[in-house]
C-alpha cells in the first residue's frame, strides 16, 4: 500500500512540476521583449495602442510623451487629440509591426506596457508625436533616459510653432528633475567613432561601480557594470563597436582598466547622443553633454 502512495505521490508532483513549467513558459512568451517585431492589433489614441504578442494584445503606451486626450465617456476632445491619434494610427497602419524599447520600470499603474516604439522605416514613432507638435514631453521616474533628447525635441516644436505650439499660449509640463548625486569626482569623456568611453575618478578614495549604469542616450542602450573598484585617480574605459577588443588590453595610460561593452554602434555619429552615468541608486552621477 505504501509502495502504491510513494508512485502516486511522485506522479501528482511530476504533473505539478510540469503544469509549472507549461505556466511559466506561457506567461514568458506573453511578455512584450526588446529586439523583436510585433504585429499592431488595435489602435487606442495617440499614445497608446496594442500588439499582438502570442495569442494575446497587450497594451503599449508610449514612453515620455503624452498626448492630448480624444472624446471619451461624453468628454469633449482636448485640442489636437483627434490629430495626435489619426497622426499615431497613420503610422502604425503604414508599418503594420513595431519594435519595442524599454526602461527602468517596465509597467504603469494600468498594467500597460511603457515602451520607445520603432517603426519599420526607422523612425520612432515617439519622437515623431513630439518633432510635430502632438505630444508633451512628460518624464515620470525611474524612467528618466530620454528626457534631454525629449525635451529638445518639444522645444523646436515650441520653435517652429508645430501641432498645439501654433498658439503660443500652451505650456509645457512640469519638469521632473533626474535625482543627481553629490559631487561624485568623476569625469567622463566619449569618442563616439571610436566607441570608447574613459571614466575618470579624480577623487582620493576607491568608488565601486558594481550595479552603475552607463547610457547612450539617444541610442537608448544601456551597459551595467559587474563588480569593479576604480582607484583613486584611476580610469575605466568602456568599448563598444566593430572593433571591440576581445578581451583585457593594455591602455595608452597606465592604470587605466578596460572593459568591453559587447554591441556595435553604440553611439550615434550623426546627431548629438549624450552620455549619462547612473550609480547603483539610479542617482545620475556624471554626464557628457556632446556639443
Keep these: 500500500m505504501i ?25 514568458t512568451s506573453q511578455v512584450a521583449k526588446s529586439n523583436t517585431w510585433y504585429e499592431v492589433a488595435d489602435y487606442v489614441d495617440g499614445d497608446t495602442f496594442k500588439v499582438k504578442v502570442g495569442d494575446e494584445m497587450e497594451t503599449i503606451r508610449l514612453l515620455y510623451i503624452d498626448t492630448p486626450e480624444i472624446n471619451k465617456s461624453n468628454t469633449p476632445a482636448e485640442p489636437y487629440g483627434p490629430e495626435a491619434a489619426a497622426y499615431t494610427r497613420k503610422l502604425l497602419q503604414e508599418s503594420g509591426e513595431v519594435r519595442l524599447a524599454f526602461d527602468k520600470e517596465l509597467k504603469d499603474r494600468y498594467e500597460r506596457t511603457l515602451a520607445i516604439v520603432e517603426l519599420k522605416d526607422g523612425q520612432i514613432l515617439n519622437e515623431q508625436l513630439l518633432r510635430q507638435g502632438l505630444a508633451k514631453v512628460l518624464i515620470i521616474e525611474p524612467n528618466v ?33 533626474v535625482k543627481k ?10 569618442d563616439k567613432p571610436a566607441e570608447l568611453v574613459t571614466i575618470a575618478n579624480t577623487t582620493s578614495s576607491p568608488i565601486d561601480l558594481e550595479d552603475w549604469k552607463l547610457v547612450s542616450v539617444r541610442g537608448n542602450q544601456t551597459y551595467t557594470f559587474d563588480a569593479i573598484e576604480l582607484p583613486p585617480g584611476g580610469k575605466v574605459t568602456v568599448k563598444s563597436g566593430k572593433n571591440k577588443a576581445t578581451g ?27 552620455a549619462e552615468l547612473y550609480n547603483d541608486k539610479n542617482e545620475l552621477a556624471a554626464i557628457w553633454e556632446d556639443k
Design 3 to 27: 509502495k502504491y502512495l510513494r508512485i502516486a505521490l511522485l506522479l501528482v508532483l511530476a504533473s505539478a512540476a510540469m503544469m509549472g513549467c507549461s505556466l511559466t513558459s506561457g506567461q
Design 145 to 177: 533616459k530620454m528626457e534631454n533628447i525629449y525635451k529638445q525635441l518639444e522645444q523646436e516644436a515650441k520653435g517652429n510653432k508645430a501641432g498645439l505650439w501654433n498658439s503660443g499660449k500652451e505650456a509645457s509640463i512640469p519638469e521632473v528633475h
Design 248 to 274: 583585457n588590453e593594455a591602455m595608452p595610460d597606465e592604470g587605466t582598466q578596460m572593459l568591453i561593452w559587447e554591441v556595435d554602434n553604440v553611439w550615434n555619429n550623426y546627431e548629438e547622443d549624450p
Design 181 to 190: 548625486a553629490t559631487d561624485t569626482g568623476l569625469l567622463m569623456e566619449v
